[in-house]
């Protein structure tokens, strides 16, 4: 047992420096990816939960390593720590402008974008200089991009948050809070913030047939956003009994593969033209 348990440690610390070199490898390949074109966004679509309407997409960030696909959960947390957000974030809110543009242009209503934006990008200080000049850069209407931000953005200087957010939102554009609950910020702190919108974390949609807390905690939030004057969308909605709850409950907006999974640009833009046929 003794020298199991000896051999089970050499091979934890051997495992721990393989994925310590094999995160330095991404890292390293992550900070040419821009350069190489590999960033990608798939778009998901949001809708009205009572009229099962379009009404937005939100741009998700897809890498395209040239062994694979690479899933978000797996480089942002990386790009955060390297600080490569920065540039990589910019690159993404330059290019969903621009899709909100093109599809503005192609039809007569003007689906929202939504956009992810970490908290090390919104408290860089160019972040100001980076939006307005997507802004310009694109032409879109500012009221139809929403920037999402977490509520770990939030925590460290409450003025100067509010401050950047009333400058935002001076702009035109609308601001979420992003998985709502999975944080620390106190209710009360809530209200302070100039926020349009807020997102429950897919966790809570999750729970929500679970049990009775698990819908109380979902009724909660949604009652709690409309008091505070902003709308809600529910995350990761996968089925018929979740929707049909969030209805009841007055939830605004849902978003989850039981309406569209996220998809590339094509899909994306065929998703929206049958939308706009109907
Ligand atoms: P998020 O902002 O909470 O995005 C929603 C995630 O939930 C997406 O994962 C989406 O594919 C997934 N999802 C949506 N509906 C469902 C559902 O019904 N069931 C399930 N199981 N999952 C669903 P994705 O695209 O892998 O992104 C993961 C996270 O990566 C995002 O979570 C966001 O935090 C981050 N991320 C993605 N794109 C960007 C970006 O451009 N910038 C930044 N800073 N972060 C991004
Ligand atoms: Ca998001
Ligand atoms: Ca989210
Ligand atoms: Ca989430």
């Keep these: 047992a003794q020298s199991q348990q000896g051999n089970s440690a050499v091979i934890y ?6 994925n310590e070199r094999e995160r330095l490898a991404l890292e390293t390949q992550l900070s040419q990816a821009l350069d190489r074109g590999e960033f990608e966004l798939f778009y998901q679509a949001q809708c009205d939960l009572n009229t099962r309407r379009l009404s937005g997409f939100e741009a998700l960030l897809r890498w395209r390593h040239p062994d694979g696909l690479i899933p978000p959960d797996r480089f942002i ?14 690159w993404v809110l330059h290019q969903a402008c621009r899709q909100a543009k093109t599809w503005h242009d192609a039809g007569r209503d003007r689906p929202v974008m939504a956009v992810n934006i970490s908290p090390r990008q919104f408290q860089h200080p160019e972040f100001m200089a980076t939006v307005r000049e997507a802004l310009r850069d694109s032409g879109v209407d500012p009221c139809c991009i929403e920037l999402e931000i977490t509520e770990g953005a939030m925590m460290d200087d409450a003025e100067s948050t509010i401050a950047k957010m009333a400058e935002l939102r001076a702009l035109g554009l609308h601001l979420a809070i992003d998985d709502f609950g999975t944080g620390y910020s106190s209710l009360a702190y809530l209200k302070r913030f100039p926020i349009d919108r807020l997102k429950i974390d ?15 905690i979902v009724q909660a939030l949604i009652q709690l956003a409309h008091s505070l004057g902003m709308t809600v969308v529910a995350e ?13 409950w007055r939830c605004d907006l849902m978003q989850g593969f039981g309406y569209a999974r996220p998809l590339p640009e ?6 929206l033209e049958a939308h706009r046929a109907e």
Excluded: K, M, W, Y
């Design 13 to 18: 610390t051997e495992n721990l420096s393989v």
């Design 77 to 90: 947390p990386i790009a955060e720590e390297s600080g490569l957000i920065v540039p990589i974030g910019r």
């Design 202 to 216: 897919r966790s809570f949609v999750r729970d929500l047939g679970r049990d009775e807390e698990g819908a109380a």
């Design 236 to 248: 990761g909605v996968e089925d018929s009994h979740q929707e049909a709850c969030l209805r009841d």
């Design 266 to 271: 094509p899909g994306a833009s065929a998703l």
